[in-house]
């Protein structure tokens, strides 16, 4: 998709597109103020499924409901999570370290963030399979091709959220008996105002975890891995200095952008660049444009190793920053460190052909097999 972004972003920085009838921003510049901007570009959008969650959430219950959980997300709890996750990494790695070749998606990257999230919410190891089935089908994107197929989806989202629905409600009876250190129990002790959350807002925001978390994460250390092949001398300068994996994951995460872009709503009417939005109409930020604008990053197709700054989009920008950003960086650096530190001569695997997943706002390949060392 970048080709075409950085042409669009070129010919018109902000246009209408008719087809999805909503405007499409293209420019860091502007996409960075839009996201700045909460008051007038709104987070309280459509999806195909209603949740009451801090995504979609504006301030001031969105501030409250965030600050409930963000010390759990933070750097400083995330160094409690390295062991589990350098273990995780490992056990999933000798898996298949014999063989001499992998599925890079199966294998490592898909299953190390839903574990590590499940087992920070309290879901027991038994039931890790089941939930990466119902993760996979949340996040699935709704294409907008046809109207069948946009039923369907929107068909499957449901059923799938209404079984996550029924598992989480019964982990949280079951948690109101037995309290345990893990997420639901914090959250079914979590006051706003001296009020509890409603059961239905700690389903929602566990939920958005598995929405939020887990494919992008997924992504992100699939890409990193892809870089590595794509341009191997990266495998050697990153082993030699391994100091230099915080500023690859970066440069991964601007360079291929595990979200393309995120939609927010005109509050009021508003001008940007000579264009008139409408008070109600819908407006496409595209983090993947802007990360490659050649206004704010020198020679933005070029992956930059050491690149400094980078200040990428990839995570958003303001109130809604991502809240696992912490988690994701730390899961992606043990991925490539592990990796890296086991494994030489990575390669794509001989005649796979990239297919890119179909997911709209969603930047990933369907598959990533890899030879190695
Ligand atoms: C929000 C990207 C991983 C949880 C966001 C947003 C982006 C993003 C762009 C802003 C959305 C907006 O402005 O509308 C990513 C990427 C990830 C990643 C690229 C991985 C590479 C995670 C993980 C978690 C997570 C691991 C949690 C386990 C959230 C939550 C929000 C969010 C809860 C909503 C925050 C709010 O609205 O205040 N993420 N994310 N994300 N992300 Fe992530």
Redesign the pocket.
Known sequence: PFSVLNELRESTPVRYDENRQCWDVFLYEDVDAI?RNHDLFS?ERKRTVEHD?????DPPR?NHM?NL?SKV?SPKAMQNQETKIRELANDLLSQVLDQGHMNMIHDLAAPL?VII?AE?LGVPKEDRLIFKEWSDTVVKGVSGDSQEEYEAVAAEHKRVNQELTQYFLSMMAKRRQEPQADLITSLLHAEIDGEKLTDKEIVD?CI??LV???E??T??ITHGIRVLTEQPELQSTLKQDPALIPSFVEET?RYY???LG???IAKQDAEIRGQQIRQGDTVTVW?AAANRDPRKFAKPDRFKVDRSPNPH?????????????P???L??RIAFETILGRMANLCLKEGTNLVINPAPFLYGVHEYPITFA
Not at 53 to 57: K, V
């Open positions: 996201l987070s969650d801090i995504l979609t959430m969105h965030r959980v997300f963030p999230i920070m925001f958005l975890l939020a978390g887990n992008t994460t992504n992100l995460l952008s595990p979200v995120q939609a927010r983090l989009l990839s995570f958003g920008k303001g109130i809604h920053f991502c809240l696992g950003a988690l994701a960086r899961e992606a």
